[in-house]
């Protein structure tokens, strides 16, 4: 196994436009680049390469990664021979952990076969949502939170239907309804199976090294009454591919970012992180909306020593800051807080006034 140091550095030096501009024939484009999806064929270029997040994406066919998963995608690369590969191109000495045990082979199979089916589920998700005319309740409710159809591709978002067996009958006549139901897909009681994400904005989320691990659910709003009794936001369930004290929405297109500005915006939520993001803060993550644990704390200072604390201006948000400020001092963080007023979150904020980068001072 390759260290977790080594595979960072890898993250810092690469840069996806030296990776991709080797397969794509790329032509300047606002801050990044366009050019022929690589993944399918196509007459007018709908692939595009973000710099300043360090991605590509593929409206069309929906292919999206760094220069990591570009390799993997493209050349059939194994996660670690395109670490290998990009070590090579960059003139870095990877150091290997021996005494790390490598898994069973049981146990990596149903890890890709769970990773399968979270990428399928995504797919069929993202599929739908874009099938969807502009007065369906879903992308009416995007549309109202400033998402167009190409911001919603930019970040993969996909939709739910209102279904207790969109993906629980396709499951079960592939015969993987056990492995849906271990990855948090399918929900089983007493016997009977159904949908866990019905009704729901679906955001994908990536491990650190660009891997989609889960997927959250944002309710789509319809009556109130109801819409009381259910959770806003649902997050993965725990599994051995998701992890959450081990996970940051957002960090494997920020690494880069955090490490240049020498500094990371935490938030609370999904939506946050990307109207943050979009707005030129790449150096943006969250914690899933929950308590940050100890291990997350650990792992983000591999990038950083310093925390801006950016939750929403309402009293939860001010009482969650104030937590989170003592751990991070415990473990050695300069920390800052924003404080919103009117208690708006980040998104509500950036929405509003137009907030950029340019506009704050840390």
């Known amino acids: ?43 007018s270029p709908s692939f595009r390469v973000d710099i300043p997040r360090q991605i590509y994406k593929c409206f069309g066919c929906g292919k999206a990664g760094d220069a990591i998963t570009f390799l993997m995608q493209h050349d059939k690369k194994t996660f670690v021979e395109a670490i290998e590969l990009l070590a090579q191109q960059y003139n870095i000495t990877l150091e290997y952990d021996q005494a790390k045990q490598q898994e069973s082979e049981e146990k990596k199979t149903e890890r890709q076969t769970m990773l399968e089916l979270i990428s399928l589920a995504h797919r069929k998700y993202e599929d739908l949502l874009f099938s969807l005319p502009d007065e369906a309740a879903a992308i009416e409710y995007m549309h109202g939170r400033g998402y167009s159809r190409d911001r919603m591709k930019q970040w993969s978002i996909g939709v739910a239907p209102d279904d207790w067996k969109f993906l629980t009958t396709p499951f079960i006549n592939m015969g ?83 490490r240049e500005a020498g500094y990371v915006y935490i938030t609370e939520g999904y939506m946050d992180v990307q109207s943050m993001q979009d707005a030129g803060m790449v150096n943006t993550i969250a914690s899933s909306g929950t308590e940050i644990d100890e291990l997350q704390v650990k792992m983000l200072k591999r ?34 807080v924003v404080q919103l007023e009117n208690g708006q979150d980040p998104d509500e904020f950036i929405r509003e006034y137009s907030f950029t980068k340019e506009n704050i001072e840390v």
């Open 176 to 258: 993987k309804h056990d492995p849906s139901v271990k990855c948090g897909l399918v929900y089983q009681r007493d016997g009977k199976s159904w949908d866990f994400y019905r009704n729901r904005i679906i955001i994908p989320i990536h491990d650190q090294n660009g891997i989609l691990v889960g997927l959250a659910g944002r309710l789509i709003p319809g009556n109130a009454e109801d819409d009381k009794k259910q959770a806003k936001y649902m997050n993965p369930c725990e599994s051995i591919i998701y992890q959450k004290k081990k996970i940051w929405y957002g960090l494997w297109q920020a690494q880069k970012a955090i």
């Open 1 to 43: 196994m390759i260290k977790q140091q080594s595979i960072d550095e890898v993250r810092q030096r690469m840069d996806v436009y030296d990776v991709v501009s080797k397969q794509v024939a790329l032509k300047k484009k606002g801050a990044g680049y366009e050019g022929l999806c690589p993944f399918h064929n196509e007459k």
């Open 303 to 336: 990038y950083t020593e310093h925390a801006c604390i950016f939750y929403d201006g309402d009293d939860p948000g001010t009482d969650k800051a104030m937590k989170q400020i003592n751990l991070f001092l415990q473990h050695g963080f300069k920390t800052s």
